[in-house]
Structure formats: structure tokens, C-alpha cells
């Protein structure tokens, strides 16, 4: 994809890997489009902040409104927006877990279904969707997050068959750690981790690869 001129919009705009997505998109020349609660720290001509909450349907529908009313067209989402903790299962509350699911795997769903309609009648398009390793394997302590991860997975890998034949490029970019704010909540400590904006960096290159090229899926991990 030509990223000069095109439209993005990246969930979980506000820190950590979606930020620097962002950031490296801007810097490719895209105009972004960033929804999060809180507000994405980049003043940028090419750049609107949409104060969205993922895990609220009418949100979704209301940023989506705004960018297709701003920009008319959408050519990439970036279905980044997550949350994860890692406790034994006595100590998860039924409503964190749902939170979970809505955040990490409901709003990939809710947001994916507002593009798909305009990029099968534009022909292309592109949707990025962030797993983790923990949708490879399981974790101890991971029952939320490794069941919404591996859920992602599955998401993405339908996803990207029910959609390549109408152009469409479906790609789950699987990381390992990355030193953000997800650790803050986490309950865990990560051994070795990477930076956001390598990871970014590699995102977005896979995203300007020829149209022709289907990256469906990619583990990322620190060495
Ligand atoms: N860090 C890692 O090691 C790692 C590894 C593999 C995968 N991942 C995945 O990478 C993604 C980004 O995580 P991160 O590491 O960059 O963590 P982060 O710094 O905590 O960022 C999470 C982002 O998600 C947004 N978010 C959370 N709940 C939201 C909601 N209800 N509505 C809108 N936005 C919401 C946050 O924005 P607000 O709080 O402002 O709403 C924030 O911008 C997640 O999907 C995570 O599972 C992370």
C-alpha cells in the first residue's frame, strides 16, 4: 500500500504500540485517525484524536461516522487496542473478564465490520489486528488474556480468507513483550521486551508492501 495520501485508523492510540504506530504511519506520509479514552499525545496536521471507548458499540459507530464524514474513505485499520492481567482464575472477577473480551476481542469485531463494507467496493484495503504470543501459547495466569489472544488468531485467520478474494489484506501481528503501560496492570514482569517504535517501524513496513503481498501473520519477539 502507497501510504502517502491514505487514511488510517489505529485503536489504542493513546500509549505504548499504538502510539508509536501512529507515529511511524505519520511519518509515512498517512493520515491517522486515533481512538482511545484517553488523549493521544501527538499534535500533528495529519493527525485527529477520536475519544472513543471500543468497549461501547455506539462510540465505535460515532468515530467511525467522524472519519468516513472527514476523510471519506478508510484504507488501513490498526485493531491494536488491548488490556491484559495474568492471576489465577479464582482471581478474576466475571466483569474483568468481560472487560477483556470486549476490549481485546468484541471491539476488533465492532470496528472491523464499519471498514469492510467500503473496502469491498473499493477493491483494497488493509486491516492490521495485534495479537501476542500469548495467542500462540498458553501462560500461566493467562486464562483471559491467552483465551482472547488465541481468539484474535482465529478472528483474524477467517477473516483474512473470507476477505482476500475481494482484495483485502488481513494481517495478526503476534509480539512478544514490549516495554509499555500494559505492565503497569499486568502482573507480571517481561525478561526481555522491545521497543514500541521498532515494532511500529515493522508494522508499517509490512503495510507498504506491494498490494500483491499477503504478510497474514507474523511472530515478533525480543532476542
Ligand atoms: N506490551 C506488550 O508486551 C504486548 C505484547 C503483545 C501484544 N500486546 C498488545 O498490544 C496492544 C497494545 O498494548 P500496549 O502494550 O501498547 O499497551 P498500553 O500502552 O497499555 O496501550 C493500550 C492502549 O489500548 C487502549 N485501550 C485500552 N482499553 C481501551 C478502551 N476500552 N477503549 C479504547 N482504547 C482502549 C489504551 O487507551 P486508553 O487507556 O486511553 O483508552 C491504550 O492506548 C494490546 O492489544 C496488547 O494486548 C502488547
New binding site residues.
Partial sequence: MNLADSTAVV?????????AICRALLDAGASVFG????ETPIAHERFRWLK????VEAEIDQAFEAVFAESGRIDLLVN?????FFRDIESIDPVEWRRLID??LT?MFLCTRKVVPSMKAAGRGMIVN?????GKRGIRGGTAYCAS?FAVNGFSESLMEELRGFGIRVSCI??????????DHAGIE?KK?MQ?DDLAQLIVSLVALPDGMLPDEMTVRPL
Fill in positions: 485503536t489504542g492510540s493513546s500509549s505504548g504500540i499504538g502510539l481512538l482511545s479514552r484517553r472513543t471507548d471500543v468497549t491494536n487496542a488491548g488490556i491484559g476490549t481485546n471491539a495485534i495479537g501476542s504470543v500469548a489472544k503476534n509480539p512478544g513483550s514490549v516495554m509499555t503501560e500494559f505492565f517481561p521486551h514500541s
